[in-house]
Every structure is written in structure tokens, then in C-alpha cells.
């Protein structure tokens, strides 16, 4: 079992930034793939950033070249830089992880941590 727990959520205007972190219960070794999701008020969950076991990283086009993905050396900690942020990406963000995945492919997590609220207003 492990633990994720989020933090760094909040209010900005449009154009403004965030970082959110991740925290982990335990070291997960070099194997899991982790990464963060978000789900807006009456859409599906998506998600926004995954890190696979070779330190491939993806994102989907609606975040690319605005959000970035890293972890620390520990492995730890998980970390999502959201810059020029938009109304749109207002949403519950969720860290979550995996033991094993595909490479370079989203993953379903068996790991939630439990959200931490980002709005973006105009």
C-alpha cells in the first residue's frame, strides 16, 4: 500500500501559475508509472501528465508547453508546474500511480491521493 498525498492547489487569475505537489507514503522503486489527473464539475476525469518507468512523459494537447511533469531524486515526490494557466483548466487535480504500465501510454491508477483544488479565473 502506499499513501499519495497533494498539496499546492488554489485560486489564480488566468495567465498565473501553480505548482503542485505530490507526496508519496513510501519509496516506489524505479517500476511504477505516476501522474496526475483532473476532473472538472460534471466532465470525465482526464488526465493532464503520466511518467512512465524509462522517464518518458506525456501529455495530452490541451496541456503541452504549459505544464510540466518531474520527480524528485528521492522518487518520493511528484511535481506538476502549471504555467499560463486558463479558465478552462479549473478542476480537482489528482496525483495517482500505478505499479507497472505501457511505456508512453496513460495508465489506470490503483493509487489516488485525494485532490487538491486549482480555479482559474478570467
Not at 483548466?89 to 505499479?99: E, F, L, N, R, S
Request: aromatic fraction near 10%; glycine fraction near 10%.
Amino acid at each position: 500500500q502506499v499513501r499519495l498525498v497533494e498539496s499546492g492547489g488554489g485560486s489564480v487569475q488566468a495567465g498565473g501559475s501553480l505548482r503542485l505537489s505530490c507526496r508519496f507514503s513510501r519509496d516506489t522503486g524505479d517500476k511504477w508509472c505516476m501522474g496526475w489527473f483532473r476532473q472538472a464539475p460534471a466532465k470525465p476525469r482526464e488526465g493532464v501528465a503520466a511518467i512512465d518507468r524509462d522517464g518518458n512523459i506525456i501529455y495530452p494537447d490541451s496541456v503541452k508547453g504549459r505544464f510540466t511533469l518531474s520527480k524528485d531524486h528521492s522518487r518520493n515526490n511528484l511535481y506538476l508546474e502549471m504555467n499560463s494557466l486558463k479558465p478552462e483548466d479549473t478542476a480537482m487535480y489528482y496525483c495517482a500511480a500505478v505499479d507497472e504500465c505501457a511505456s508512453k501510454s496513460w495508465f489506470i491508477p490503483d493509487y489516488w491521493g485525494q485532490g487538491t483544488q486549482v480555479t482559474v479565473s478570467k
